[in-house]
């Protein structure tokens, strides 16, 4: 095995400097700031990592002041979850599992490709605990946090560990007022020392070039990280039935088994929550992946209320190159599916009905960053989808609030503010490309067609219903002012 010496750097100053030995001072404030293609048809700002690369399991020390429970004595841990889930009542939406603490650090190249070189890659980076100032917190945090400033409520169901980590997470998550609703039950013993019952960690390593390689444990392991849980709780189910929305992703894989999944999507149908799912560049491996995954995949494609997935995921699940024929190819193989969300990244999103298409180019901005741009994306369409909203209406906010977390470095806390999204919209700059569109939606055989436009064409024009931007912008802000005067939005 070959030995690697990784030199990290802070990517960026969030917390006091470390005095760690394996830090060396910071590379850059710009840490994040991803090189982007033009754009071309189909493509994504929102796109797959450039790397991802299969972690280790970390032995990561417990402190008292973190403990999430009492233990039994034998180095087992008992949950005591229903003090993070009292009162779980009027929840908008409910994230399934996925949730984890992100490492982000500079380091002066990517993780090789080969497995054994990795894995000694990986065994360097952990010789030491990372310092809390490189800590973010990640996966279905990002969207339970931007769907959060938007004023919805929101809970996530998962999993965190007995550890630093643990609390870490949970110690955000309430300050951005959301719910953490734990799923395991009193009866599940788990060995507190065991990687399996640790708080899953992602390595966010960012390269010089500013390329983005993603790695954590889950990746190594031939079982979901959280295999030994098979049921739902009981505080589970509430607060499932309790939702609006369950929100599930193709990440939740590395998590949970397939049949927990299923699980729980059977019952939000069961109790009437609709269910959103982006399968994200899992859903590619999921589709060639065990009869178990397969399964679920199908099932969560036919029996989700809204899918949400880029063009290229679009087409690898389908086939079909055109996103809106690919989207009207899912609605047709959906048992419960009302919306298809594509997202096409600097050309803006297209929302699919049976009956109608809506399109809204996005937003102009400087991008710096991409990370969780399609994690706060479909946030807002959550919040579209619960106040009833006009479809491109929906599509707008959407555009708006994925674009203003890429103005910003990375994700979980440094997600979109409320603010950096209304000043966005009111600033109305947005990247029409008409010969694109016109393209997109020629010789469709379909009902209704809207489309967003700068100009003020409200009104058919060549058999499409163009809404003006500025109205849909004052009906935004109007709503998003009401929330806020109803003590939804926290400033």
């Not at 004023?151 to 719910?179: K, M, N, P």
């Not at 967003?452 to 499409?464: A, E, F, H, I, W």
């Amino acid at each position: 095995m070959h030995n690697h010496t990784v030199t990290l750097k802070s990517p960026l100053p969030y917390h006091a400097p470390s005095s760690h030995p394996i830090f060396s001072p910071p590379l850059n404030l710009r840490h994040f700031v991803s090189p982007l293609s033009p754009p071309k048809t189909g493509g994504s700002i929102y796109h797959n990592p450039v790397f991802i690369c299969k972690g280790i399991q970390l032995s990561v020390p417990c402190h008292g002041s973190a403990s999430l429970g009492p233990s039994n004595g034998n180095g087992a841990a008992v949950h005591d979850w229903k003090v993070r889930s009292v009162g779980i009542e009027n929840i908008d939406v409910a994230t399934l599992g996925n949730l984890c603490v992100d490492i982000v650090l500079n380091v002066p190249k990517l993780p090789p490709r080969s497995r054994e070189a990795r894995f000694a890659y990986m065994q360097e980076l952990s010789k030491f605990p990372p310092d809390k100032k490189y800590w973010e917190a990640g996966g279905n945090c990002n969207m339970a946090i931007a769907a959060a400033r938007l004023g919805l409520h929101c809970a996530t169901i998962g999993h965190v560990g007995d550890e630093i980590y643990g609390q870490f997470l949970l110690d955000v998550l309430s300050e951005e007022r959301i719910r953490m609703v734990g799923m395991s039950e009193d009866g599940d013993i788990v060995d507190s020392s065991s990687a399996s019952y640790e708080t899953l960690l992602c390595w966010v390593l960012v390269d010089p070039l500013q390329r983005h390689g993603f790695c954590s444990r889950a990746d190594f392991c031939k079982e979901p990280a959280f295999s030994w849980m098979s049921r739902l709780s009981g505080e589970v189910k509430m607060a499932i039935k309790q939702s609006k929305i369950l929100f599930c992703n193709g990440y939740g894989f590395d998590e949970l088994s397939p049949a927990l999944i299923m699980l729980a999507l059977d019952y939000a149908v069961e109790v009437g929550t609709s269910v959103f799912f982006d399968p994200g560049p899992r859903g590619k491996s999921l589709l060639t992946g065990t009869p178990e995954e397969r399964q679920a995949l199908i099932h969560l494609l036919k029996m989700s209320d809204v899918l949400v997935l880029t063009s290229d995921e679009a087409e690898s699940l389908t086939g079909i190159g055109n996103p809106v024929l690919a989207g009207q190819e899912l609605l047709k193989n959906g048992i419960r599916t009302k919306w298809v969300i594509v997202k096409m990244g600097s050309r803006g999103s297209i929302l699919v009905t049976m009956s109608s298409i809506s399109c809204a180019p996005a937003f102009k901005v400087n991008v710096i960053d991409t990370v969780g741009c399609g994690d706060s994306f479909v946030a807002a369409i959550a919040f579209g989808y619960i106040h009833n909203l006009p479809l491109v209406n929906t599509l707008a906010i959407a555009n708006a609030v994925g674009a203003a977390t890429a103005m910003g470095c990375g994700a979980g806390r440094n997600v979109a503010t409320l603010e950096k999204v209304i000043e966005l919209m009111r600033a109305s700059n947005i990247n029409e490309e008409d010969e694109f569109w016109n393209e997109l939606v020629k010789d469709l055989d379909t009902g209704e067609i809207t489309f967003l436009s700068k100009m003020v064409l409200n009104g058919r024009n060549n058999q499409v219903n163009h809404v003006a931007l500025q109205k849909v912008v004052s009906e935004l802000l109007l709503k998003l002012k009401d929330n806020r005067l109803e003590g939804k939005v926290v400033s």
